[in-house]
């Protein structure tokens, strides 16, 4: 049996019962050492099997491997278990175990969600995803900058309010920057936006401004973006994009 | 105090911990009333506000009354707070109170996320979400046919994997089938797509089938959809969107 799990933002309490049972039922817990390291105070009697950054793929053969040998395994991502996370990688692997008659049984496989950054982040910043939005992950290891490049130009014009995950790392200092550019090809620089560094988690810390302000702020893979759509407005010191309610008297 | 809480798909163990604190703070618990049903098992001895549909300005109003007159109030959204919820309305509103000079003191308001969705219905249906995607809403209560249709067909031309929420109701039969079109001018019929009714909740039902059929699917606005993008397949019949890792041996 394999759970693949959604940690949530990082807080123990926002992490839901259901991942909790889940890790509680599981022999082995397999997982990002930074994910690994929020579980060993309520979890250190587990085995405990903590792996480094872009090592995705040899953590879904081992998870694998260590269920088919008869334990109940969790594989835990930040988040949600799905938005980036290790689902994927988890059912590819799976399917290509299957294609290679590795083993006679199916592994039974479990998703939990939790919840992801765009939500915790939002959270934080006020009310931003009320309306259709976007979710871009600024990194290239993956997908070639090109393609995030043009589906930022598209979200612009679609005015979709947009989330950018990992928007910057030690190697894409000037991403951010090329993406607000992307972004101001359609709109405004003086739109809202904000971030949120360890959005519900020890150290968080966030900063709303304008987009034409955004693109030089010195972020970092633990940080959120949100930018605004055309509507989206400063209320009471906080991002809300209004969904259209006739709010009596507002300023909308 | 004002809570204004994301009580996730609707499964109690799905509930966040900090959820389920704020909602026992609370004297007096404020929704719609399918979510505040939810409640009355665990929070039967709070008093109960329930509202019915299209009510949520009127709903903001009476929590921040509440609130005014002293009491703790709990704001509650099903999935999460911020995503379509009533995070936006709620600071809409206080945002009018503030400027009427209605009150002396602020009130404190706490935005407590759920899991939205988007990452419930990824769950049941596989991992769709591993790559970028866009969430726009069918619903025409708000917001004009015409930008929903401009988003989603700028949503296809990004290869963006696309999630609807409140695919079709009543009065708007049609809707889902209007939607696959504009989505398939830029994407194969072919694609992955998937349904799912009450993700998370009781009576939880799912279907799998290609993006070609999909207009044809009787929904409601307890469905959430889910179309892949041009790299999402089917594996061990689930729906899958590479990231992009390299899976040795994989048919990707």
Known sequence: MIFIIGLGPGREDEMTPRALEALERSDVIVGYKAYIDLLVSSFGHKKLIPSAMKQEVERCRQAAELALAGNNVALVSGGDAGVYGMAGPMLEVLDTLEAQDYHDKKL???????????????????????????????????????????????????????????????????????????????????????????????????????????????LDMFCTVIIGNSGTRMLGGRMVTPRGYKVQGSTQ
Chains 1, 2 share one sequence.
């Open 108 to 218: 039974e496989v479990e998703i939990i969600p939790g919840i992801t950054s765009a939500c915790s982040a939002a959270a934080v910043l006020g009310a931003p995803l009320t309306h259709d939005f976007a979710v871009v992950s600024l990194s290239d290891l993956l997908t070639p900058w090109k393609l995030i490049e043009k589906r930022l130009t598209l979200a612009a014009e679609a005015d979709f309010v947009i989330c950018l995950y990992n928007p910057a790392s030690r190697n894409r200092k000037d991403y951010l920057k090329k993406a607000c550019e992307a972004v101001m090809t359609a709109r405004n620089g003086s739109t809202p936006s904000g971030w949120v560094r360890n959005a519900g988690r020890n150290g968080q810390t966030h900063k709303i401004l304008p987009l034409s302000e955004l693109k030089d702020e010195e």
